[in-house]
Nanobody, 124 residues
Framework: QVQLVESGGGLVQAGGSLRLSCAASGFTFSDYAMGWFRQAPGKEREFVCA????????YYADSVKGRFTISRDNAKSAVYLDMNSLEPEDTGVYFC?????????????????WGQGTQVTVSS
């Protein structure tokens, strides 16, 4: 049974930091690219960042470049999102996702598995 379980969300003041984690199970984690998406109330799901199977290729939305860092640990079947200099616009539910395809990772349709999400709220 495939599972992606996010954790680490919470309430933080603007300018603060959070680290999200996503624990994967039920599939060969090192065969998959991983991505983070977010969804704010009333808005569509939005690409945040992604990385390929070995973490050497990373991709970021312009809105988070220089502030967020994605990483993975294949030995632990985990992917992480370090978020710094958080802004109220970063508020939303953050989802991790796994894709067997190493391309088009900005498109949520490329992903095979999704977690249930974790809430991040940034207060001004």
């Amino acid at each position: 049974q495939v599972q992606l379980v996010e954790s680490g969300g919470g309430l933080v003041q603007a300018g603060g930091s959070l680290r999200l984690s996503c624990a994967a199970s039920g599939f060969t984690f090192s065969d998959y690219a991983m991505g983070w998406f977010r969804q704010a109330p009333g808005k569509e799901r939005e690409f945040v960042c992604a990385l390929n199977w070995n973490g050497l290729n990373t991709y970021y939305a312009d809105s988070v470049k220089g502030r967020f860092t994605i990483s993975r640990d294949n030995a632990k079947s985990a992917v992480y999102l370090d978020m710094n200099s958080l802004e109220p616009e970063d508020t939303g539910v953050y989802f991790c996702a796994a894709s067997e395809r190493p391309y088009g990772l900005q498109n949520f349709r490329q992903y095979d598995y999704w977690g249930q999400g974790t809430q991040v709220t940034v207060s001004s």
